[in-house]
């Protein structure tokens, strides 16, 4: 049974580093590709970006310039960093599975979501 | 990048209702497209995918439909466990644009 969980601290200072690691288990990490997704709360769903194991990757434009997503596949987890934080970036991140990889972009598997909270 | 508009934004129904959501996109992206539950306090779930294929252990209930530019999701029979929000999502490109959602409330 694939099941995949966020995990890392739910309060960051604004300007600082958000950083959550995504285990997953009951498939191998290297056999899909892998994102993160965010909802602020009570809004819709934002794209973050993926990874695949081999270290490729691809990120929304919008978070470009902040984002890293690394994988570390001998303890198939996989993480992300957002850097310059500010009360915007206050969400639920999940992580989630691609279905279908490379051909199509939908997430069959999804963590439960950690909430992430920007504030000082 | 491509934008996914949803209407409407919000649906009012009773158990046993046909309901209707549609979903439209900024440009022509096939049948690359995917519908997903999200209850309060969940994760989304995958309903669709390509447009009309039933994700596994999805309710028959559930259908969608269209190609291009515009699609729909059909819950045939209301049922209690399907109040919620729905969403769309272009899986065509990256960034995979995704609609700012359909709730379907207790009428």
């Known amino acids: 049974q694939v099941q995949l969980q966020e995990s890392g601290p739910g309060l960051v200072k604004p300007s600082e580093t958000l950083s959550l690691t995504c285990t997953v288990s009951?498939?191998?990490?290297?056999?899909?590709?892998w994102s993160w997704i965010r909802q602020p709360p009570g809004k819709g769903l934002d794209w973050i970006g993926y990874?695949?194991?081999?270290?490729?990757?691809n990120y929304n434009p919008s978070l470009k310039s902040r984002v890293t997503i690394s994988v570390d596949t001998s303890k198939n987890q996989f993480s992300l960093k957002l850097s310059s934080v500010t009360a915007a970036d206050t969400a639920v991140y999940y992580c989630a599975r691609h279905k279908r990889p490379p051909i199509a972009v939908e997430f069959d598997y999804w963590g439960q979501g950690t909430l992430v909270s920007v504030s000082s | 990048d491509i934008q996914m508009t949803q209407s409407p934004s919000s649906v009012s129904a009773s158990v046993g209702d046909r309901v209707t959501i549609t979903c439209r996109a900024s440009q022509d992206i096939r049948s690359w497209l995917a519908w997903y539950q999200q209850k309060p306090g969940k994760a989304p779930k995958l309903l669709i995918f390509a447009a009309s294929s039933l994700h596994s252990g999805v309710p028959s209930r559930f259908s969608g439909s269209g190609s291009g530019t515009e699609f729909t999701l059909t819950i045939s029979s209301l049922q209690p466990e399907d109040f919620a929000t729905y969403y769309c999502q272009q899986a065509n490109t990256f960034p995979p644009g995704i609609g700012g959602g359909t709730m379907v409330e207790i009428k």
């Open positions: 990874i695949y194991y081999s270290g490729i990757t």
């Open positions: 009951g498939v191998s990490i290297t056999s899909y590709y």
